[in-house]
Each structure stands twice: as C-alpha cells, then as structure tokens.
C-alpha cells in the first residue's frame, strides 16, 4: 500500500476495500515497513482483515527486532566495505563509504561493526558531522601504525563526498568517498533473511486460519509473535548506543 500513491488516499482505499468485499477474501497480507502499515490501518477500518509482515532494509519498524531485508543488505555492505579495505590497505588509504538509511542508522552501525570502521555516522546522532572528531581518530591511529581507515556514513546524513574531501586536505591521506546506493537493496537474499521471511509467512497465514483480525507477525526476544496492529503501531524502538561505543573501542 506505501508504494502505491492511489492506495494513500481515501478512494484508492476505498477501492481497495471494495475488491476485498467483492472478492471475498479472508485476509489481506502486507509485507513492508511503517507507511504500509499505516495503510494496513486505514483498510482495516474499511472492513478489510490485514496481517502485516514486517520487511525493511532499515530495520527501523517499532515493533519487532528483526525485518526481512536487513540481514541481505547489511551482508552486501559488509561485502563492499572488505573489498574497499584491499584496495585502501594497499595504497594506505581512507575510504568514506555511504551505506543506505535515510532515517535510522542500523544498516551503517552493523556495516561499521563488521567492517572495521574507525567511526559511524548515523542520523539518530542531530546536528552537523564533526569532521574534526573524526580527523583526530584517523591521526591517532595512524600514529601506531594502523595505515588505512574506514568511516561509514548513513545516507540521512550525508555529507560523504564534503568530509572524504577535507580529510584529504587536513591530513594529506589519500581519502575515496564510495556510495554505495541502492546496490544494498538488490541480491540474493541470506540465510537468515529466507529463514525468517518463511517463518513470518507461516505465522502470518496460521493467524488467518486461527480467525485472527488485523493483526502483524513480529520477532522478539528469540520468538515469533502476533501482536494487534494499532498496537504494534504504538510501540517504541530507540538505537541501541553501546554497540556505536563498541566499534569506537574496537577502531583503535
């Protein structure tokens, strides 16, 4: 329903929930993020019964601790950030790489946990990158022997090209800002990406079976569960800080 504009607006929904009637359909299955659950919301008080599945790259979604894609996406970028680390550790360079998350930063902290970066910028961090911050990192590990550096930047906040320039400029070290884009949002999925996405799609139609209305399949705290949609709608999720605090002790 998010990626369809007609089916945003309250004819296009209308629509929507006539065909269900019509059809005579049991339940309507969304897989997506928050804006398809918003329009799960908005069927459902037309009368059409919606199971949602949760499926994003950004892992953003309040409800659950796991969405189908992140696993993929987060493996494409760990892919890309140790390519980029052969070509940066021969020539004892700096790589600046953006990864996706326009509005969350779980894709560019696991990138950056996996990947060896030296800093992480993200969006749930307000205000301007501190390119000093960051400069001052990359010369103190240089000064005990480490001769390349990685820095990941989450695409909300930008800025890639304009910070890869003035490390360049401050330090003299060879600096490449790299953006990946939405080479993250294409490939073959995980593992772990099939394994919970035949999972959810499990629950999602045993719930229908049980008569369950307006429901959506989350995966918390090692198991799958049916929570009610206003619910799930409600429900908070905030970033997980000690892992950034992690990467700033492993970077040195």
Not at 184 to 200: E, F, L
């Amino acid at each position: 329903t998010a990626r369809c504009p007609e089916m945003m607006t309250e004819e296009g929904q209308n629509k929507a929930a006539a065909i269900y009637k019509i059809l005579g359909l049991d339940a309507l299955v969304v897989i997506g993020g928050d804006g398809s659950y918003r329009g799960m919301a908005e069927l459902a008080k037309r009368g059409v019964n919606c199971i949602g599945i949760p499926a994003t790259i950004d892992l953003d979604m309040n409800n659950t601790e796991y969405t189908i894609g992140f696993d993929t996406a987060v493996n494409t970028g760990m892919d890309a950030l140790n390519k980029l680390r052969d070509t940066s550790s021969s020539h004892e360079r700096c790589s600046v790489v953006e990864v996706m998350g326009r509005d969350a930063g779980y894709i560019a902290i696991w990138c950056g946990m996996v990947g060896g970066a030296e800093d992480v910028m993200f969006p749930e961090e307000k205000g301007e990158v501190d390119s000093a911050k960051v400069i001052q990192q990359i010369l103190e590990n240089r000064s005990i022997g480490k001769r390349h550096n990685l820095i990941v930047v989450a695409e909300g906040v930008g800025g890639t090209q304009k910070l890869a320039k003035e490390i360049q400029e401050i330090t003299g070290i060879q600096t490449r800002a790299t953006i990946l884009g939405h080479l993250q949002r294409g490939g073959s999925p995980t593992a772990v990406d099939r394994m919970h996405a035949s999972m959810m799609g499990y629950h999602a139609v045993k719930a229908i079976l049980a008569g369950e209305q307006n429901k959506v399949v989350a995966y918390n705290r090692g198991r799958y569960e049916i929570l009610d949609l206003e619910k799930a709608l409600q429900m908070e999720k905030t970033l997980d800080r000690e892992v950034y605090e992690v990467i700033k002790i492993l970077a040195i």
